[in-house]
């Protein structure tokens, strides 16, 4: 790998699993009057506040960097990992220059964390970002515009100043270049992924979460530059989706575990509101908040915090896996996910139906060992390799 | 009660006889449930939440649970949802032994929980081609209700909820039935709360609890609006107070409580699966329980709630946005804070339970807030609502006796305090 890509992935690296969040901090610092507003997987629009001129900084966990020492008092033994961290970080100084918080409607934990961060005084706000489960335009459309108001309340009352219909759409152009990118990798990656391992895109992705978007489009485009060459070399591997990771994170060691195990991570949900909405959103309107609600309404990727009935999330999940011609699909999710547990059955029955092969294992984000994991996706990979046609 | 046995009974009679009547069913939940608009339609009612309870009552729902496992659900998830697909691939078996009528149509009234969205995502697949209405109901993450809040929710009524309930009834909406079932709604949540509070006396008439749960099932499970509901609880009501007037404490399982010894505020919602024996860990102490959050689960009336006929659809968006889960952290410590002090309680003690995230994810802060804000002695035992594996009798004992212990000496030093000269 060139020296200067090599360079640009250590620093996403580092980014991405810097959990005093030096960068965004310091991003702060730089200029009077910015402002950090945190939040919390899967989805929460970062345009808008990337317009008002503040940073948005994903908030993903602890994973097996930060020692639990308070947060276990904070969560009984059968609730996922994930707020514990954030806990940890919240109660020690991690979170210490942020602004405000939001807490995007995704599962209960995260809806009653979001109290825990009232009551302990947390920021100058904490927002629950309730998403409308309703798609009509007139209905969940307004109510969802209501709800990014709020939101738009809170960092006047910090910036003293409104939004720009100009700064807004200047914001959503940033954003869908962002999002235009990721999804090129992701097309290189899905013919030729072995000109980038998914823990760097992994870590890419991550980092992109932490510092200015501007920043992170020119990270991407290097990096695209890079993997249009015919760099690298194919191995025997098998190409796999992951799915159900969207909010706790597997620890870095696992997605690693899975590579080296002969797999091919060709799509994934694991930093899924990087690239939530399908597509571009209008920048060029004079209602870009009217643009950011439709886009969700219309355009949003499938998701266990998304209500389905009328657009079934197993159907997408196989659409998504023929598209990117994968062998199989892993279902990791963290346990004690309600959300991501309680959709495998209708995903996996699916799959059966799809012929898809497909197997499933649990992990916590500060799970250390991986033998058995390893040991499972091994078999899994070679059974495909040596005894299965390509399922697709 | 015989009232209450009875009006069960013919529910679920008419729900057996659903296909013969051409009357139709409506499964839905019961935070936020929508009970006098499926009246409304003529429609019956059929609670998940009530079936799963009811067989942990009966010992059922260990089975279903590990059929639901086997069917590749994870030990991990909500063990109602687990119950009822458990029940369901059983051949869908009722409480009371009849086959319960598959759904016309499936309410989705999400209030207060994110897995009952899950939940029906689930139904939606085993009952190929019923149709779900979705009421998404906001949270209140601010502490209140807003304009925006509750216009959502009425136009989700008009245009998902009513017109599918039309489609699949062949009933028009009107509105004027509605808001006379509005008016008997109005008067059982009066009463309800009257006899919720006559447990400020001492001793208490009643446990707010483990009796509790029994005098919340007409109104939460499908007989708020119907007229039977108010005589019920007027009926309910005139015995307590008769109960009142004569000094007697509650009754248990065995016999009226004589010496009330320990008034607790307990959150979170009970196991069903050893029921008897978890109560009886009560009053064999003399602990009664003087008020309990999960009785509130489906409806919160402490703070004048009631359905209003005079503006029929708000109200009912008022009512689902005011379940107990549908108030953010800091409004139940407040609710339960109030509990403790109004209705004099000696301690307050969390029945942690590990299927449900909506109650459980932040209990341990709430009780430590209550503590130190009150002064109060807490306690905390876990165990499952419909799971049996996961109630352990000697680890909830041990627990409750020294919680108990810490009662008793805090009242002893408390009583010594009070007997020294001033
Ligand atoms: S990991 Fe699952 S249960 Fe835990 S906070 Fe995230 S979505 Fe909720
Ligand atoms: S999580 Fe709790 S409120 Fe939700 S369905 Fe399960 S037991 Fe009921």
């Known amino acids: ?392 | 009660m015989v009232l209450q046995k009875e009006m069960l009974a013919r529910q679920f009679r008419e729900l057996s006889m659903a296909k013969e009547t051409g009357k139709k069913v409506v499964y839905t939940f019961v935070p936020g449930n929508l009970s006098e608009l499926i009246h409304a339609f003529g429609m019956l009612p059929v609670y998940p939440e009530i079936n799963a309870l009811q067989s942990g009552m009966r010992k059922k729902s260990g089975g279903f649970i590990r059929d639901a496992e086997k069917a590749g659900h994870s030990e991990d998830v909500c063990t109602y949802v687990k119950c009822d697909v458990g029940m369901l691939l059983n051949g869908n078996i009722g409480p009371t032994g009849d086959k319960l009528p598959a759904p016309d149509l499936l309410l989705l009234s999400y209030t207060g929980c994110f897995t009952f969205m899950k939940w029906f995502e689930t139904l939606d697949r085993l009952y190929p081609g019923v149709p779900v209405a979705m009421l998404h109901t906001p949270y209140q993450e601010n502490g209140r209700i807003t304009r925006e809040m509750t216009d959502y929710m009425v136009e989700q009524l008009k245009t998902e909820v009513i017109p599918k309930m039309e489609k699949v009834s062949g009933v028009k909406y009107d509105e004027t039935r509605l808001a006379e079932i509005l008016e008997h709604s109005a008067k059982a949540e009066d009463l309800i709360t009257k006899i919720f509070n006559t447990t400020k006396n001492k001793p208490s008439p009643i446990d707010g609890y483990f009796a509790g749960v029994y005098y919340i099932g007409p109104i939460n499970a499908g007989f708020r609006g119907t007229p039977d509901a108010v005589e019920y609880y007027q009926a309910l009501y005139d015995e307590i107070m008769d109960r009142v007037e004569k000094g007697l404490g509650p009754i248990t399982p065995e016999g009226v409580m004589e010496e009330e010894k320990f008034r607790l505020v307990v959150e979170g919602p009970p196991n069903w699966t050893s029921f008897r024996n978890f109560w009886k860990l009560f009053y064999d102490m003399g602990a009664v329980v003087v008020a309990s959050s999960y009785t509130k689960v489906g409806g919160v009336y402490d703070y004048g709630f009631r359905h209003d006929p005079a503006r029929p659809l708000e109200s009912l968006a008022h009512y689902c946005m005011n379940c107990y889960t549908n108030l953010n952290l800091p409004q139940r410590i407040d609710l339960l804070a109030k509990y403790i002090t109004d209705f004099q309680a000696d301690g307050f003690l969390v029945n942690s339970i590990k299927s449900c995230n909506s109650f459980s994810a932040g209990q341990l802060l709430m009780m430590r807030q209550l503590e130190e804000r009150l002064g109060v002695p807490v306690g905390f035992i876990e165990s499952d609502l419909v799971d049996p594996r996961y109630f352990s009798y000697s680890n909830i004992k041990n627990r409750l006796d020294s919680f108990f212990q810490m009662l008793s000496q805090r009242k002893a030093i408390r009583g010594e305090m009070e007997a020294m000269p001033a």
């Open chain 1, 1 to 392: 790998m060139e020296a200067h890509i090599n360079t640009l992935l250590s620093r996403c690296r580092e980014l991405a699993f810097d959990l005093n969040f030096t960068a965004a901090k310091a991003w702060k610092k730089a200029v009077e009057g910015r402002f950090l507003v945190g939040h919390l997987p899967i989805y929460f629009p970062r345009e808008i506040v990337h317009a008002a001129g503040g940073l948005p900084v994903g908030i993903l966990g602890g994973g097996d960097i930060k020692q639990i020492i308070k947060g276990d008092a904070f969560y009984q033994s059968y609730i996922c990992h994930m707020p514990r961290g954030v806990i940890e970080m919240a109660l020690d100084d991690n979170l210490d220059d942020f602004d405000g918080f939001i807490f995007p409607s995704i599962c209960d934990v995260i809806r009653n964390l979001s109290g825990i961060f009232k009551l302990l005084g947390k920021g100058r706000f904490v927002k629950y970002l309730d998403y409308p489960q309703n798609f009509d335009e007139g209905v969940g459309g307004t109510f969802y515009r209501r709800e990014i108001q709020h939101v738009l309340d809170e960092m006047e009352a910090i910036t003293g100043r409104a939004l720009t219909t100009e700064a807004l759409n200047h914001s959503i152009g940033l954003y869908n270049t962002n999002r235009r990118l990721l999804a090129e990798i992701y097309d290189i990656r899905q013919h030729f992924p072995w000109r980038l391992s998914y823990e760097h895109l992994y870590c890419l992705m991550r980092a992109g979460l932490v510092i200015p978007v501007e920043e992170h489009n020119d990270m991407l485009g290097q990096v695209l530059d890079y993997i249009r060459n015919n760099v690298g070399e194919a191995m025997d591997n098998i190409r796999v989706v992951i799915s159900g990771a969207f909010c706790e994170q597997p620890p870095l060691g696992l997605i690693r575990s899975i590579e080296m195990a002969g797999c091919y991570v060709v799509d994934d949900d694991l930093i899924l509101g990087s690239r939530w909405i399908q597509g571009d959103i209008s920048s060029d309107t004079g209602d870009p908040i009217g643009a950011i609600v439709t886009a969700y309404l219309e355009r949003s990727t499938f998701s266990s915090s998304v209500y389905d009935v009328d657009n079934p999330k197993e159907a997408r999940l196989i659409e998504l896996a023929q598209r990117r011609k994968a062998d199989g699909i892993l279902f990791a999710a963290p346990s004690f996910c309600d959300p991501a547990l309680l959709d495998q059955p209708q995903l996996q029955k699916a799959c059966d139906e799809a012929g898809i092969r497909y197997i499933s294992f649990k992990f916590s984000e500060n799970t250390g060992q991986f033998k058995v994991i390893k040991e499972q996706v091994g078999a899994f990979s070679d059974s495909i390799k040596l005894w299965e046609e390509p399922a697709l």
